[in-house]
C-alpha cells in the first residue's frame, strides 16, 4: 500500500544510493551474503544521467539548511552527482540567496542563479520574504514548483478520490470531508504538511495507539486508513521506492520501535538473493 509520496526533499537519498551499496560489496567480500547477491540499486547513475540532461552544462546552485549536518551531506552528495555529470557546482545556505532586479537570484558572488536544487520545502519557501519572486524569476528549480502539490498528504485523499478502490491505495479523506467517518473509529491522522512522522497518530478503536508532536497541523488534517506494519520482533520496517525522473530505481527500508516513521528511524540496506 501506498502510506505516502514525497515528490519534494529527498533525504536519506546519500544513504540509498551509496551506502547501501557498500554494505551490499562488503558483505559480499566478507562472505556474509553470497557472490550472486544483488540490490535494486540505480540511483546514483540514474542521477548522474539526469543532470546531465537537464543541466545541458550549466552551474548548478545547491541550497539548504547548511548548518544541517544530514542536510549538508545530503548537498555535497548531490552535488557529487552533478559534478559527474559535468556540470559545475556551487552550495549556498537558503539564508545567502539574494535578489538582482536585472536578473533575479543570485549567489553570493552575484552570479545568477541559472539552475537550482533546494533541499528546502515548497511551502517554505512560499513563505518566505523572497517568496513572491518566484513566480518573476528565470531559475529553473529541481524540483519544480508543481511538486508542491504532489509533496503534501492532501494528494492520498485527492488519489483515492480518482483512483477509489485501486489495490495499492488506501482510503484517504480530508478531515472535514463528511466521507471521512466512513473510516470508523480505526484511522491515521496526518497533517497535511508534516515530515518525520511529526504530528501524525495512529487511532485504533478510537483510541491513538502511537503518536508523534511536532510543529505542524494548523494547515489541517487528513484522515487515511490504518494499514499496520508488520511487527518483527519489536521493529516495524516501512519500504521506499526511489524515483529518478519519475521511473522507479531504488528501494530502501526504514525501521522504528514505534509503528511510525520517524526523524531517528534506523536506515537499513538490503540485498536480493
Request: glycine share 8%.
Given at each position: 500500500k501506498l502510506l505516502e509520496y514525497n515528490s519534494d526533499t529527498p533525504?536519506?537519498?546519500?544513504?540509498?544510493a551509496v551506502f547501501q551499496w557498500t554494505w551490499l560489496e562488503q558483505a559480499i567480500e566478507r562472505r556474509i551474503l553470497p557472490g550472486?547477491?544483488?540490490?535494486?540499486?540505480?540511483?546514483?547513475e540514474r542521477l548522474i544521467e539526469r543532470w546531465r540532461l537537464i543541466g545541458k552544462g550549466r552551474p548548478l546552485h545547491l541550497a539548504g539548511l547548511t548548518d544541517a549536518a544530514e542536510d549538508a551531506a545530503t548537498l555535497a552528495y548531490l552535488a557529487d552527482t552533478a559534478t559527474q555529470a559535468g556540470l559545475s557546482t556551487t552550495i549556498l545556505d537558503m539564508a545567502d540567496i539574494g535578489w538582482r532586479e536585472a536578473g533575479g537570484f543570485v549567489d553570493l558572488d552575484n552570479k545568477d542563479m541559472a539552475l537550482a536544487f533546494k533541499l528546502y520545502p515548497w511551502e517554505w519557501m512560499f513563505q518566505d520574504a523572497f517568496g513572491a519572486k518566484l513566480a518573476i524569476a528565470l531559475t529553473q528549480w529541481v524540483e519544480p514548483p508543481w511538486k508542491a502539490v504532489l509533496s503534501n498528504k492532501g494528494i492520498l485523499p485527492l488519489l483515492w478520490q480518482m483512483f477509489e478502490g485501486h489495490p495499492n491505495l488506501l482510503p484517504a479523506y480530508f478531515e472535514d470531508d463528511p466521507k471521512a467517518a466512513s473510516l470508523g473509529p480505526s484511522f491515521v491522522r496526518k497533517p497535511i504538511y508534516s515530515r518525520e512522522g511529526a504530528n501524525v497518530s495512529l487511532v485504533a478503536e478510537g483510541i491513538a495507539v502511537s503518536e508523534q508532536d511536532g510543529p505542524y497541523g494548523a494547515e489541517g488534517f487528513i484522515?487515511?486508513?490504518?494499514?499496520?506494519?508488520?511487527?518483527?520482533?519489536?521493529?516495524?520496517?516501512v519500504v521506499g521506492s526511489w524515483?529518478?525522473?519519475?521511473?522507479?530505481?531504488?528501494?530502501?527500508?526504514?525501521?522504528?520501535?514505534?509503528?511510525?516513521?520517524?526523524?531517528?528511524?534506523?536506515?537499513l540496506p538490503h540485498a536480493i538473493l
Amino acid at each position: 500500500k501506498l502510506l505516502e509520496y514525497n515528490s519534494d526533499t529527498p533525504t536519506s537519498i546519500f544513504e540509498a544510493a551509496v551506502f547501501q551499496w557498500t554494505w551490499l560489496e562488503q558483505a559480499i567480500e566478507r562472505r556474509i551474503l553470497p557472490g550472486r547477491a544483488d540490490q535494486y540499486n540505480s540511483i546514483h547513475e540514474r542521477l548522474i544521467e539526469r543532470w546531465r540532461l537537464i543541466g545541458k552544462g550549466r552551474p548548478l546552485h545547491l541550497a539548504g539548511l547548511t548548518d544541517a549536518a544530514e542536510d549538508a551531506a545530503t548537498l555535497a552528495y548531490l552535488a557529487d552527482t552533478a559534478t559527474q555529470a559535468g556540470l559545475s557546482t556551487t552550495i549556498l545556505d537558503m539564508a545567502d540567496i539574494g535578489w538582482r532586479e536585472a536578473g533575479g537570484f543570485v549567489d553570493l558572488d552575484n552570479k545568477d542563479m541559472a539552475l537550482a536544487f533546494k533541499l528546502y520545502p515548497w511551502e517554505w519557501m512560499f513563505q518566505d520574504a523572497f517568496g513572491a519572486k518566484l513566480a518573476i524569476a528565470l531559475t529553473q528549480w529541481v524540483e519544480p514548483p508543481w511538486k508542491a502539490v504532489l509533496s503534501n498528504k492532501g494528494i492520498l485523499p485527492l488519489l483515492w478520490q480518482m483512483f477509489e478502490g485501486h489495490p495499492n491505495l488506501l482510503p484517504a479523506y480530508f478531515e472535514d470531508d463528511p466521507k471521512a467517518a466512513s473510516l470508523g473509529p480505526s484511522f491515521v491522522r496526518k497533517p497535511i504538511y508534516s515530515r518525520e512522522g511529526a504530528n501524525v497518530s495512529l487511532v485504533a478503536e478510537g483510541i491513538a495507539v502511537s503518536e508523534q508532536d511536532g510543529p505542524y497541523g494548523a494547515e489541517g488534517f487528513i484522515r487515511q486508513a490504518l494499514a499496520p506494519l508488520p511487527d518483527f520482533g519489536g521493529v516495524f520496517p516501512v519500504v521506499g521506492s526511489w524515483l529518478v525522473a519519475h521511473a522507479p530505481c531504488g528501494l530502501s527500508i526504514r525501521e522504528d520501535e514505534t509503528p511510525i516513521t520517524g526523524n531517528r528511524s534506523r536506515f537499513l540496506p538490503h540485498a536480493i538473493l
